[in-house]
C-alpha cells in the first residue's frame, strides 16, 4: 500500500482524475489492471491472504509499483517465495577503487576478487607471490586450479582441495541455471583437464565456506591459510577471497618477510622461474 501510494497516475500513464481523485498514488484497482490481475485478487494480495501467486504476476506488480531490485526481492519473500538473485542496482564500476583498496589494505594476506565465473577481477600482491597469481595465465580461479602449473606445484593438498573446489563452482552454476557463462568456462576446463572432468561427473555440491590451504614457498617454506569467500551486498556479482594465516603456524611472520623489500625480490624470482 505505500508504494502503491507513492506512484502517481501520471508516472503510471494514467489520467490523474483531478478533484475526482481522493488520495495520493494508485487506486488498487489501477494497480490490477496495470499489472494484468483482478482487482479482488490484487486486495487480498494487500491483504496478505493465502492465495496462490507466481513469479510473473509479482513482477508484473512490482513493475506498476516502480519497485527497484531489493524491494522486488522483498515482495517475493512476503508472498513465501524464492526471491531472484542479487542484483546490485549500481553500475558495473561500482565501489571498484574501494575494493581494490580493500584487497591492497588486507596486505601482507592474500586477497583477490572473482565474478560469478570465478574469473579473476583484481588480486593483491601476496596473493601473486604465494598463489602465482600473474598476468599471462588464463585469469580464471577454476581454471588455473586445474591448469596453472605453477600453482600446483606449490599446493600440497591440491588433491583434497580439488573435491572441494569442483563442488563449490557447482553451487555457483545452481544459482544460475540458465546462465551460458558457466558453460563456457566448464566446456574449456573439460578439454583441458580429465581431473576436473572425473571430479565433475560425480554432481557434487557444496556451498562455499572456509577452506584451509597449504602453500610451499621456495623462501619461507609452508604456509596454511583459511580461505573465506564474501559477498558484498553492493556488488552481488563479486566474490572476494580473504587468506587469512593459520593460528600457531608461523605463517602470519612469514607473510610478513615475504611481502618485506627483500622477500618481494625474492618472491618475484621464484615466480618467474
Known amino acids: 500500500m505505500s508504494r502503491r501510494a507513492r506512484v502517481s497516475p501520471a508516472q503510471a500513464g494514467l489520467p490523474d482524475g483531478g478533484a475526482r481523485r481522493r488520495t495520493p498514488g494508485l487506486r488498487r484497482e489501477e494497480v490490477a489492471v496495470l499489472a494484468g490481475v483482478g482487482a479482488s485478487w490484487y486486495q487480498w494480495l494487500e491483504q496478505g491472504r493465502d492465495i496462490t501467486v507466481s513469479p510473473q504476476v ?14 522486488r526481492r522483498h515482495l517475493y519473500v512476503l508472498a513465501g517465495l524464492n526471491p531472484p538473485l542479487p542484483d546490485s542496482g549500481y553500475p558495473q564500476d561500482y565501489l571498484c577503487d574501494g575494493l581494490h583498496r580493500l584487497i591492497d589494505g588486507w596486505m601482507p594476506f592474500p586477497a583477490h576478487i572473482m565474478d560469478p565465473y570465478w574469473n579473476t577481477i583484481a588480486y593483491n600482491e601476496a596473493a601473486g607471490l604465494v598463489m602465482g597469481f600473474r598476468p599471462e595465465i588464463r585469469q580464471n580461479c577454476l581454471i588455473d586450479f586445474f591448469t596453472d602449473p605453477f600453482y600446483r606445484s606449490r599446493a600440497n593438498n591440491w588433491q583434497e582441495n580439488a573435491v572441494v573446489v569442483v563442488a563449490q563452482y557447482r553451487a555457483a552454476c545452481s544459482e544460475r541455471p540458465d546462465d551460458e557463462g558457466f558453460a563456457e568456462v566448464i566446456a574449456e576446463l573439460s578439454a583441458a583437464s580429465a581431473e576436473f572432468t572425473e571430479l565433475w561427473a560425480r554432481n557434487d555440491i557444496r556451498p562455499a565456506g572456509q577452506l584451509i590451504k597449504e602453500y610451499t614457498h621456495p623462501l619461507v617454506g609452508v604456509l596454511h591459510l583459511e580461505a573465506t569467500q564474501l559477498r558484498i551486498p553492493a556488488r552481488p556479482d563479486l566474490v572476494i577471497v580473504f587468506h587469512n594465516p593459520v593460528p600457531d603456524t608461523g605463517t602470519a611472520a612469514k607473510l610478513e618477510w615475504l611481502t618485506s623489500p627483500e622477500g618481494r625480490r625474492g618472491g618475484m624470482y621464484s615466480v618467474a622461474g
Open 58 to 71: 509479482l513482477d508484473s506488480v512490482a513493475r506498476v509499483l516502480r519497485l527497484d531490485h531489493t524491494e
